[in-house]
C-alpha cells in the first residue's frame, strides 16, 4: 500500500473520473435537498397559520438532535470510507467486506440503537431543552418520536452507501434514494393533507412517510451487498469476528472525525437555542432559510465525496500526484456550481423563500437571509471540498480543528454578541455564520496546502 506507483497525471482522465463518480452524488444530494424542501413546504401550506409556523417550526429543532446521530455514524462512516478506498486503490479488495461489517455493526449498536431508545423516550424533554414553545412540542412530539425509529435503518443505510463510495460505485445510492425520496414525497403528501382516502395526519404523517422510505431503502441496498455481486459484499455466512487492526484504524480516523461532528452539532444547538428565544415566527423563517442553505451545500459536499474517495484510491495505490490533481479539479467544479447557486439565491431569494410560505413577514425576512447565504458559497463550497480531500487522506485532526475553532467559537460567540448585546436579532445569527464558513475555510485550506496529509500512513 505505501509504494510509489507515480504514473503521468492525464487532465482529461482526471476530470472524466471526478465527474464520473461526482454527478451521481450531486444528483442525489441535490434532488434530496429539493424533496426535503417540499416537505417544509408542504407543511408551510397548512390552512392553519399557527399550525404550519409550529410544524415548520417542530421540523427544524427535531432535525437538530437527529442531525447528532446521523453525524455520529457518518463521522464512523468516514473512517470506513478511507479504509475501503486504500484498499481498492491497492488491490486488497479481500479486506474490504470486514471493513463493511465493522462499520455495520459498531454504527448500528454503539450509536443508532441507543441513541434510538434515548430520542422516542425523552422526546418532549429533549424538545423542551432545545428551546421548543408549548406549540411546538404538541405537534412536534410525535413526529420526533417515529423519526428515531427510522433513524435506526437510516444508520445501516449510511454505512452501506459510503462503503459503496468508498470503492467509486455512487450509482446504485443515487437510484435507490431517488426512488425511497420520491415515495416520501408522494407519501407526505397524502399523510400530512389526508389524501387518497387517508387520515389527516399534519406533521406526524411526515414522520411516518419517512420512516417507511428510509426501511425501503435498507431492504433494497442489504438486497445489494448481499448479492455479492460487486467489490463491496456483505456474506452472512461467515461469522462475525472483531479485528484489532480495523478497529485501530477506524478509531484513529474515526475519532477526530466523530470529535468534528460532536463539536459541530453541539455549537449548532447552542445557536439554534439562541435562534430559537427570537420566537416561533423568526425561528420558522430562520428553518426555511436553513432548508434553502441546505440545498447550497450538496454541490460542496458530492465533490468531497468524490475527492475523499479519489483522493484515498490514490494514496492506496502510491500515486501521489493524482491525488493532488484530484483536489484541484474537484474544487474547480464546485467553485463554478456554487457560484451559480450564489447568483440565484441573491436575486430571486424573495421566489424562493414564497414557495415555502404565505407569511409576507417570513419572505421578507428569509429574502435578506439568503443575501447572506449568497455571498458565503464559494467558500462554503472550498471548504467542504477540501474537508474530503482531507477525511479521505485519513487526515481527520485538522477538520475537527476548523470545526472547533468556526462553529462552536465564532458561530456561537458572535450569535450571541448580535442577537442579545447588539439586538441585531436574525441577521446578527446569520453574519454569525457568515463568519463561521470563512474560519472553517481558512484552517482546512492552509492545512490542505502543506501537503501532510499525502503522508498519513494506516496501521497494517
Excluded at 420566537?279 to 459536499?301: E, M, N, R
Excluded at 481527520?396 to 470545526?403: G, M
Amino acid at each position: 500500500m505505501n509504494g510509489s506507483n507515480q504514473l503521468e497525471v492525464e487532465p482529461r482522465l482526471i476530470r472524466n473520473d471526478v465527474i464520473k463518480i461526482a454527478w451521481p452524488v450531486l444528483v442525489e444530494l441535490l434532488l434530496s435537498s429539493l424533496f426535503s424542501m417540499v416537505d417544509m413546504m408542504m407543511l408551510g401550506w397548512l390552512p392553519d397559520k399557527a399550525e404550519s409556523a409550529a410544524s415548520v417550526a417542530a421540523v427544524g429543532l427535531t432535525n437538530q438532535p437527529l442531525f447528532i446521530g446521523q453525524s455520529l455514524v457518518q463521522a464512523l462512516n468516514v473512517g470506513g470510507t478511507a479504509l475501503i478506498a486504500r484498499y481498492f486503490g491497492s488491490k486488497e479488495t479481500d479486506k474490504i467486506e470486514p471493513v463493511l461489517k465493522h462499520v455495520i455493526m459498531v454504527s448500528l449498536f454503539g450509536l443508532a440503537i441507543p441513541l434510538s431508545i434515548i430520542g422516542f423516550f425523552f422526546a418532549p424533554g429533549i424538545l423542551d431543552l432545545l428551546g421548543a414553545k408549548s406549540d411546538t412540542i404538541s405537534v412536534g412530539t410525535k413526529y420526533f418520536q417515529i423519526l428515531m425509529i427510522g433513524f435506526i435503518f437510516q444508520s445501516f443505510n449510511m454505512s452501506i452507501a459510503a462503503s459503496l463510495r468508498g470503492v467509486g460505485e455512487t450509482k446504485t445510492p443515487m437510484r435507490i434514494n431517488l426512488t425511497a425520496n420520491f415515495f416520501n414525497v408522494f407519501g407526505n403528501y397524502i399523510l400530512i393533507f389526508g389524501r387518497l382516502g387517508s387520515p389527516k395526519f399534519g406533521i406526524t404523517g411526515a414522520g411516518i412517510s419517512t420512516a417507511l422510505s428510509n426501511m425501503f431503502v435498507t431492504i433494497v441496498l442489504f438486497g445489494v451487498v448481499i448479492k455479492g455481486k460487486g467489490v463491496v459484499k456483505l456474506s452472512i455466512k461467515h461469522r462475525f469476528h472483531f479485528d484489532n487492526l480495523i478497529v485501530y484504524n477506524l478509531i484513529k480516523i474515526g475519532i477526530p472525525a466523530t470529535l468534528e461532528q460532536l463539536v459541530l452539532r453541539t455549537g449548532i444547538l447552542l445557536f439554534v437555542r439562541i435562534v430559537a428565544d427570537l420566537g416561533t415566527v423568526s425561528y420558522a423563517t430562520h428553518q426555511i432559510s436553513l432548508s434553502i442553505l441546505s440545498l447550497s451545500f450538496q454541490p460542496g459536499q458530492a465533490f468531497g465525496i468524490a475527492t475523499s474517495a479519489l483522493i484515498g484510491k490514490s494514496l492506496g495505490a502510491g500515486q501521489l500526484e493524482h491525488a493532488e490533481a484530484y483536489s484541484k479539479v474537484t474544487r474547480k467544479f464546485g467553485t463554478y456550481i456554487s457560484t451559480m447557486m450564489a447568483l440565484i439565491f441573491f436575486f430571486f431569494g424573495r421566489y424562493i423563500a414564497s414557495l415555502y410560505t404565505r407569511d409576507e413577514e417570513i419572505i421578507q425576512n428569509a429574502t435578506v437571509l439568503l443575501k447572506i447565504i449568497a455571498l458565503v458559497q464559494p467558500f462554503q463550497a472550498s471548504q467542504l471540498i477540501l474537508a474530503g480531500g482531507l477525511r479521505g487522506a485519513g487526515d481527520t485532526f485538522w477538520p475537527l480543528v476548523s470545526a472547533l475553532v468556526g462553529v462552536l467559537g465564532v458561530r456561537v460567540g458572535l450569535a450571541y454578541l448580535l442577537v442579545n448585546v447588539f439586538n441585531m436579532a436574525l441577521i446578527g445569527a446569520w453574519i454569525a455564520i457568515f463568519v463561521d464558513q470563512l474560519i472553517r475555510w481558512a484552517f482546512v485550506f492552509f492545512r490542505f496546502r502543506t501537503g501532510q496529509w499525502k503522508y498519513i500512513k494506516l496501521k497494517e
